[in-house]
C-alpha cells in the first residue's frame, strides 16, 4: 500500500525495503499532527483512493513544509480490493476503526467509511470484530 500510495501521489521519496524481515520505511520529517491535522491527512489519502483503519495522529507526520504524511500503511486499504485484504488484516481494520479509528475521519467522507466497514464485516461473517464488540461502541462508531 506504501508504494502504490507513493506511486499514486508520484512521490519520489526512496520505496520501502525488506531488512532481514523487517520493513525499513524511508525517513520522514516532521511532528505528530493534532486532531484538525489528522482529518487533513485523513482526507488527503482518501482523495488519492486510500482508506485507514487506524486513523490516528501517530500514525501520520506533519512536515516543516505543512503536509500531513501518512507513515503507517499496515492497516491502509483500498475500496475496490477489499476482498483481497489478508483476513487478520480485515478483523483489524474493523477492530481499530471501531476502538476510534472512526474519530480521525472526517464527517463529508464518513460514508465511504462506513460502507468499507460494513462491506469488510459481510465478507467475515461469524469471524467479524462486531461479533465480539459491544452495542455502544458499535453506535459510537455509527454501525
Ligand atoms: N517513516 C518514519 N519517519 C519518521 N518517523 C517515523 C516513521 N515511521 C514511524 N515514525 C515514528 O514512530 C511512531 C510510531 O510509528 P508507527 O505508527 O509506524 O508504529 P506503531 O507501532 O503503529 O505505533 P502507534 O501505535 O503509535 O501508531 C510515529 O508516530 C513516528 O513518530
Ligand atoms: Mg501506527
Given at each position: 500500500?506504501?508504494?502504490e500510495y507513493h506511486i499514486k501521489i508520484q512521490s519520489f521519496k526512496k520505496p520501502p525495503t525488506i531488512v532481514e524481515k523487517c520493513i525499513k520505511m524511508p525517513f520522514i520529517n516532521g511532528k505528530t499532527p493534532n486532531f484538525k491535522d489528522t482529518l487533513i491527512?485523513?482526507?488527503?489519502?482518501?482523495?488519492?483512493?486510500?482508506f485507514m483503519g487506524d486513523?490516528?495522529?501517530?500514525?501520520?507526520?506533519?512536515?516543516?513544509?505543512?503536509?500531513?504524511?501518512?507513515i503507517d500503511f499496515g492497516l491502509v486499504f483500498k475500496h475496490d480490493t477489499l476482498e483481497s485484504i489478508d483476513h487478520e488484516v480485515k478483523k483489524?481494520?474493523?477492530?481499530?476503526?471501531?476502538?476510534?479509528?472512526?474519530r480521525y475521519i472526517p464527517n463529508e467522507i464518513k460514508n465511504e467509511?462506513?460502507?468499507?466497514?460494513?462491506?469488510?464485516?459481510?465478507?467475515?461473517?461469524?469471524?467479524?470484530?462486531?461479533?465480539?464488540i459491544n452495542l455502544k461502541?458499535?453506535?459510537?462508531?455509527g454501525l
Open positions: 500500500m506504501c508504494n491527512g485523513v482526507n488527503d489519502l482518501f482523495k488519492n483512493g486510500f486513523a490516528k495522529p501517530s500514525n501520520f507526520l506533519k512536515t516543516p513544509e505543512g503536509s500531513v504524511e501518512p483489524n481494520i474493523i477492530s481499530d476503526y471501531l476502538k476510534g479509528g472512526f467509511y462506513h460502507s468499507c466497514i460494513v462491506k469488510l464485516d459481510d465478507i467475515l461473517g461469524k469471524d467479524s470484530p462486531t461479533r465480539k461502541i458499535l453506535s459510537k462508531a
